[in-house]
């Protein structure tokens, strides 16, 4: 079973690691899995497991900022933020 596997990289990785770098962890461990199955691993329900995200965009008047987060099981946002100064961003 899978499973555990994904857990226990999840969980060594101060379970901060998404789907991509679990999958490529495991590959380099020798475990040959697909990424769609350490995906569905992610969540079972909406609201059970939460990402977060702040990048910037770069506009003909200066650089704004965005924050958002996403449901992981639903895929879709559940709140963002976007200000002109990275230190005023909160979600």
Not at 23 to 35: I, P
Not at 63 to 91: M, N, P, Q
Request: with cysteine; proline share 1%; aromatic share 12%.
């Amino acid at each position: 079973m899978l499973l555990p596997h994904i857990e226990r990289v999840w969980q060594i990785n101060m379970r901060v690691y998404g789907a991509d770098k679990v999958w490529r962890q495991m590959h380099r461990e020798g475990l040959a899995v697909a990424r769609c199955t350490v995906e569905r691993r992610a969540a079972q329900s909406a609201n059970q497991r939460w990402a977060s995200d702040f990048t910037y965009v770069s506009t003909w008047q200066g650089c704004v900022y965005l924050a958002f987060v996403i449901d992981v099981f639903a895929k879709h946002t559940v709140g963002w933020h976007i200000s002109s100064s990275c230190e005023r961003i909160s979600c």
